[in-house]
């Protein structure tokens, strides 16, 4: 079956949420016999992932402008036309923004599917024009899809209720069994010693809390122990600004985007992960993190509220006292290694269960 892969910036080693959920599911799909393109946004390219293709899946790179307001419709109409000018059998959009290209893709004759990967209308970088046209990208997609997956019960919850979408199919993100690395050359680099250190990852955008997360920390006694951010901004503004200024200002250490070796040593090492978001689909930066068997600490929104937590694994979203005192009790208590059930977010199981949603897809008239 021919698929093209819409509304991701691209793969491999490209930052975000979605990225790694593209990175993981479609060499997998590609494996299992399907003809895969993934198409990229071109200002996202570097000269170390310009390649054709990455483990099975096809590449093609396609202009987008770097400017958030725009460059996911522009692109994701750009990538509409190449998916109806080779003959895809499926185009699958992934997010609500690129999804207001949906109808349109259905009055050229192509099946869709949609990932509703969060309500990102919630994001706080948004304006209001934004929000709206965000919210109005949900709607088509939910109403002209030939299906829609979701990745969490939250957002299943949100189309039954908003659009009567009643017949979304759930298959949650999913995590890989990590190798812990052996060496500590680099978190040494950073000036880091295993064990010794609070973990964030993530985008430097406001609704991922790291300002909330620098203020809180600053204000404990922890001589011993500092704290790491991995991560940047795709688009430099004022907050990923101010934010890289608290932080050197607090003796953060700022690693940049890493994937890879860099990120598995920080990983291993690490204290306690902490995610203190205001928003999410289905962190999957959380689930890598449980994937190690680290002490977490999260912000207490329903994305978050995986069962394979406990309630001492939150602490009440937006309260820089909360956050303060939990990890506090999360740092003295001495535990330094978990273990999670992991089972539903098995990478191959959600690979099959995207294929039998593009079969379904497949039996559907144009």
Request: with cysteine; charged share 25%; hydrophobic share 40%.
């Amino acid at each position: 079956m021919k698929i093209v892969v819409a509304g991701t910036r691209g793969i491999p080693d490209i930052q975000g949420g979605v990225e790694t959920h593209c990175e993981e599911l479609y060499p997998r799909l590609a494996a299992m016999g399907h003809d895969v393109t993934v198409v990229r946004r071109s200002c996202y390219v570097t000269p170390q992932n310009r390649i054709k293709a990455y483990k099975g899946v096809r590449l093609k790179d396609i202009y987008a402008p770097r400017k958030k307001s725009i460059e996911a419709i522009v692109h994701t109409f750009l990538a509409v036309l190449y998916a109806r000018k080779v003959g895809a059998d499926v185009l699958h959009i992934h997010a609500i923004g690129p999804s207001i290209l949906t109808p349109f893709a259905r009055l050229l004759g192509l099946r869709v599917v949609m990932t509703h990967h969060g309500p990102d209308y919630d994001r706080q970088k948004w304006n209001k024009t934004a929000k709206s046209v965000l919210k109005l990208g949900e709607r088509m997609g939910a109403k002209f899809a030939n299906e829609v997956i979701v990745i969490s019960t939250v957002i299943d919850n949100i189309l039954r209720t908003k659009y009567g979408r009643m017949n979304a199919r759930l298959i949650y993100n999913g995590v890989n069994t990590p190798a812990p690395a052996t060496t500590t050359e680099y978190i040494r680099s950073l000036g880091l010693e295993p064990r010794k250190y609070v973990l964030a990852v993530g985008r430097f955008v406001e609704e991922k809390g790291f300002d909330l997360l620098v203020k809180a920390f600053s204000q404990m006694a922890r001589p011993d122990c500092k704290l790491v951010i991995a991560g940047d901004a795709d688009h430099e503004d004022h907050y990923s600004l101010a934010l890289k200024q608290l932080a050197r200002e607090n003796g953060v250490v700022l690693t940049g985007f890493i994937r890879g070796a860099k990120l598995n040593e920080l990983f291993t090492h690490a204290r306690l992960f902490v995610l203190p978001s205001f928003h999410e689909g289905l962190p999957i930066v959380l689930l890598e993190a449980l994937s190690y068997r680290l002490p977490v600490l999260v912000s207490d929104i329903p994305a978050n509220s995986l069962s394979c937590l406990s309630p001492d694994h939150f602490f009440k979203t937006g309260n820089i006292q909360s956050l303060q005192e939990n990890l506090s009790r999360k740092l003295s208590d001495g535990e330094t290694c978990c273990s999670y059930d992991l089972s539903p977010y098995d990478w191959d199981h959600i690979a099959r269960q995207v294929d039998e949603v593009y079969a379904a897809v497949k039996k559907v008239e144009r």
